[in-house]
């Protein structure tokens, strides 16, 4: 059985020393990757914010949660990437994905295409940044929907299992974000994947608490995994549970759960 995996995603603030105080208490944690999302909104912009925390850090694996494809051009993504996992010794992890979030595409003057165009586009792109990178770094895609799971499963090292958002805006976990709906997934993830399923590291990323969680969820809050536990040793026998039945074993914390979730590492170390 694969080992656990901790990362934790984001900045408390889009300012350097909310940046640089989250990379070295990430990496105090324990955590085991930090990561950045992709949004025009005033957040960091993740390339350059992970290559500022490189040099604050000297363990922690470094990645990006993940990249939307449609904004950039593979040669020059590629050449980026390399660039910076020199810088960090070889600590970086790739991570792409489709794009959902209509807005961000409003602010860059880039079409809003359906959503097979933009998981087509994402395979073009992945394939074209992983021929201009070294071989073993590993690549993470993420989606919510069969046919980015689909595409996930047969291309990535990593596949990021998230909430489904069709209509390009933030929404709430509704039944896409269920237990039973991340089995559903990882069943997708199984048929497409083949004979390589056994060598991909299933990831899922924690967001919400009980409280965010028991509108959209109700009775079903508890169980997601994309909700945290109210206390760490209840989260730590929900993840243990999580990984017997689905095989999710890297867990990705929202940057606001940085403290809160550190004693779970320190219960599940080793297991």
């Known amino acids: 059985m694969r080992g656990f995996r901790f990362g934790v995603q984001g900045s408390p603030a889009p300012t350097e020393p909310a940046w640089a105080d989250a990379a070295r208490r990430a990496e105090d944690h324990g955590y ?3 990561s950045m ?50 810088l960090a010794r070889h600590r970086f992890e790739l991570g792409l994905g489709a794009g959902w979030r209509a807005a961000d595409y409003d602010t860059a003057g880039i079409p809003f295409a359906p959503a097979g165009a933009r998981i087509a586009r994402l395979g073009e792109v992945a394939a074209a940044v992983r021929g201009g990178v070294r071989p073993d770094l590993p690549l993470l895609l993420g989606g919510g929907g069969r046919r980015m799971l689909t595409v996930a499963a047969q291309v990535a090292d990593i596949v990021g299992i998230v909430t489904e958002n069709p209509g390009g805006v933030a929404g709430g ?34 967001w919400a608490t009980e409280a965010d969680a028991a509108g959209s969820l109700g009775s079903e809050a508890a169980d997601s995994p994309h909700v945290m536990a109210p206390t760490a ?16 074993s890297y867990v990705t914390v929202s940057v ?15 297991r």
Request: avoid cysteine; proline fraction near 3%.
């Open 32 to 34: 085991h990757v930090l």
């Open 37 to 86: 999302p992709d949004h025009l909104d005033g957040t960091l912009a993740p390339l350059v914010a992970l290559g500022y925390a490189a040099a604050l850090t000297e363990r922690i694996h470094l990645g990006t949660t993940v990249l939307a494809a449609d904004f950039r051009n593979p040669a020059v993504l590629a050449d980026e990437v390399t660039t910076l996992d020199e």
């Open 256 to 270: 606001r759960f940085l403290d809160e979730f550190a004693p779970v590492i320190d219960l599940l170390a080793d």
């Open 173 to 206: 976990l509704a039944e896409s974000g269920t237990l039973a709906a991340t089995r559903e997934k990882v069943g997708w993830i199984r048929e497409a994947a083949g004979d390589r399923f056994a060598h991909l590291e299933l990831n899922v990323r924690v």
């Open 233 to 248: 040793t209840t989260m730590a026998d929900k993840l243990l549970r999580l990984r017997d039945e689905t095989g999710i």
